[in-house]
């Protein structure tokens, strides 16, 4: 009989996801270390929340990457999904599995882009700004379609984790929107960019919705 | 909520994957469940009453009883 305590197995699951993601992630912090060393990239001109944003994107894409992998093995893809399980995922968990993950790549690729595209071509003509902001668009519209697929597939509790976490960054976020905002008129405080809103939108969301996928046990 | 979902589940010595396939959400989803970390929606509430074959009052307690 499944067991909802936490196991050796559960910590071993955990232990390497961890392992994996460090890899991954060191792997990728290695190059950019090479590129800023050698001076192929200039970090000078990034603000705090390109930073930020940058940060989110590797992690979203790592972890994407990841869950990517794990799906190509059931047995695997249990483990990562759902360490408690006591059965290889099954076709249809897989599908469900790999949009997901794909989902969390995306979503970090197209957060990485506006800055990688700033830090790659300086000074960014128009039309590579077009073509970038097009290639965005496009990869925004295939993850609706995957994220609107999920949301289908999902079962009932997901669906609440997903719409609790965006109810309470909706109030908490247009509570402080507002109060910046009247600050911001006042002049008491700096004025903040769609990008700076949209960094602290997004890192408020993952951390909420990872506080109530934990509480659920769904992470 | 309290709920009497792992008993029900132990008597017919189902796993919560086993449970979880019959009712058709995730695992998760159970062990949430029996955990009282969630409080099903009324559809599914009656789909595990139907299957346990039990009034959802004998198998759900809201302590207001």
Same mark, same amino acid.
């Given at each position: 009989?499944? @067991?909802?305590?936490?196991?050796?197995?559960?910590?071993?699951?955990?232990?390497?996801?961890?392992?994996?993601?460090?890899?991954?992630?060191?792997?990728?912090?290695?190059?950019?270390?090479?590129?800023?060393?050698?001076?192929?990239?200039?970090? @000078?001109?990034?603000?705090?929340?390109?930073?930020?944003?940058?940060?989110?994107?590797?992690?979203?894409?790592?972890?994407?990457?990841?869950?990517?992998?794990?799906?190509?093995?059931?047995?695997?893809?249990?483990?990562?999904?759902?360490?408690? @399980?006591?059965?290889?995922?099954?076709?249809?968990?897989?599908?469900?599995?790999?949009?997901?993950?794909?989902?969390?790549?995306?979503?970090?690729?197209?957060?990485?882009?506006?800055?990688?595209?700033?830090?790659?071509?300086?000074?960014? @003509?128009?039309?590579?700004?077009?073509?970038?902001?097009?290639?965005?668009?496009?990869?925004?519209?295939?993850?609706?379609?995957?994220?609107?697929?999920?949301?289908?597939?999902?079962?009932?509790?997901?669906?609440?984790?997903?719409?609790?976490?965006?109810?309470?960054?909706?109030?908490?976020?247009?509570?402080?929107?507002?109060?910046?905002?009247?600050?911001?008129?006042?002049?008491?405080?700096?004025?903040?960019?769609?990008?700076?809103?949209?960094?602290?939108?997004?890192?408020?969301?993952?951390?909420?919705?990872?506080?109530?996928?934990?509480?659920?046990?769904?992470? | 909520?309290?709920?009497?979902?792992?008993?029900?589940?132990?008597?017919?010595?189902?796993?919560?994957?086993?449970?979880?396939?019959?009712?058709?959400?995730?695992?998760?989803?159970?062990?949430?469940?029996?955990?009282?970390?969630?409080?099903?929606?009324?559809?599914?509430?009656?789909?595990?009453?139907?299957?346990?074959?039990?009034?959802?009052?004998?198998?759900?307690?809201?302590?207001?009883?």
């Amino acid at each position: 009989m499944t @067991s909802s305590s936490s196991s050796p197995r559960l910590n071993g699951a955990r232990l390497a996801q961890g392992v994996a993601g460090l890899i991954v992630g060191g792997g990728l912090g290695y190059l950019v270390g090479r590129l800023l060393k050698q001076g192929d990239i200039d970090l @000078s001109g990034l603000t705090w929340s390109d930073s930020v944003a940058a940060l989110i994107a590797v992690m979203l894409f790592v972890v994407g990457l990841i869950l990517i992998a794990a799906t190509f093995h059931r047995g695997l893809a249990a483990r990562v999904m759902d360490p408690a @399980s006591d059965r290889p995922a099954r076709p249809a968990q897989i599908t469900f599995y790999r949009q997901q993950a794909i989902v969390l790549a995306l979503a970090g690729v197209m957060m990485a882009a506006p800055v990688a595209a700033r830090l790659a071509w300086q000074p960014l @003509s128009s039309e590579l700004a077009g073509a970038a902001m097009a290639a965005i668009v496009a990869l925004f519209l295939v993850q609706t379609v995957l994220n609107l697929s999920v949301w289908i597939r999902a079962d009932e509790m997901i669906r609440q984790t997903v719409a609790e976490a965006g109810a309470i960054c909706f109030w908490v976020l247009q509570g402080a929107l507002f109060l910046w905002a009247a600050a911001e008129k006042l002049e008491l405080v700096p004025a903040l960019s769609a990008w700076d809103m949209m960094t602290i939108l997004m890192g408020f969301y993952l951390v909420i919705s990872s506080v109530i996928s934990v509480r659920r046990g769904l992470a | 909520m309290k709920n009497r979902l792992k008993v029900l589940r132990a008597e017919r010595d189902w796993s919560q994957a086993d449970l979880a396939d019959r009712l058709e959400v995730s695992r998760q989803t159970i062990n949430a469940l029996e955990t009282g970390k969630y409080d099903p929606s009324l559809p599914l509430a009656f789909r595990i009453a139907r299957l346990f074959g039990q009034p959802i009052e004998t198998i759900f307690d809201d302590g207001q009883a």
